[in-house]
């Protein structure tokens, strides 16, 4: 069985992320996956402190809730990051997930991770337009090949305000799905 992990950085707990994210557990669910669902916000998360005190054994010596998500992302066959876009970027909530993945990094800039790990990047919007923050989401998955994850896809929901919004796109429910099963299948 596959393990998918959801890391959702919306503070808003029942929001149109939340709605997105359950379309994709939905998807990956019809595939048999084991799905962990984690909201980032409820969690506690301090900024990476550039000590390096990770690069030799590939273990940050902060002692926080990253220390569980370290275990769970190697463990996993897929990984959602998931977002409202906040100040035409991810939340500061998820940032702060991302920057902390530096420890997968050994020090000649190789990756610790197991090859192949599948990355969803989820976003909703309230602009309507999907294309509008799509370059940002590109440069991040490219820090996701940096760091050594395999290939990456982004969905993007646009013109979701409330999670309504969100269910109401048959379309971006059908790629929702469709992505998570996508995760799923080896």
């Known amino acids: 069985m596959s393990k998918i992990v959801v890391l959702n950085g919306s503070p808003r707990v029942k929001g149109c992320t939340a709605a997105l994210v359950e379309e994709i557990v939905k998807g990956a669910g019809e595939q048999g996956a084991e799905v962990k669902l984690f909201n980032v916000n409820n969690m506690t998360i301090k900024g990476c402190q550039s000590c390096y005190a990770c690069r030799p ?16 992302i190697a463990e996993a066959q897929g990984i959602v990051f998931a977002t409202p876009v906040y ?33 969803l990047l989820a976003a909703t919007q309230a602009r309507p337009d999907q294309a509008m923050f799509h370059q940002y989401f590109e440069y991040v998955s490219r820090l996701f090949s940096f ?32 992505l998570g099963g996508w995760l799923a299948i080896g």
């Open 57 to 72: 054994e590939g273990r940050c010596i902060l002692q926080d809730d990253m220390q569980e998500l370290y275990g769970e």
């Open 87 to 119: 100040m035409w970027q991810m939340t500061a909530q998820l940032k702060l997930v991302l920057d902390r993945l530096y420890p997968f990094l050994r020090s000649d800039h190789t990756s610790r991770l197991t090859p192949g790990k599948k990355v």
């Open 147 to 178: 760091l050594g994850f395999g290939t990456c896809e982004i969905l993007i929901a646009g013109g979701t305000r409330k999670p309504e919004d969100v269910l109401e796109q048959a379309a971006i429910i059908a790629e929702a799905r469709r």
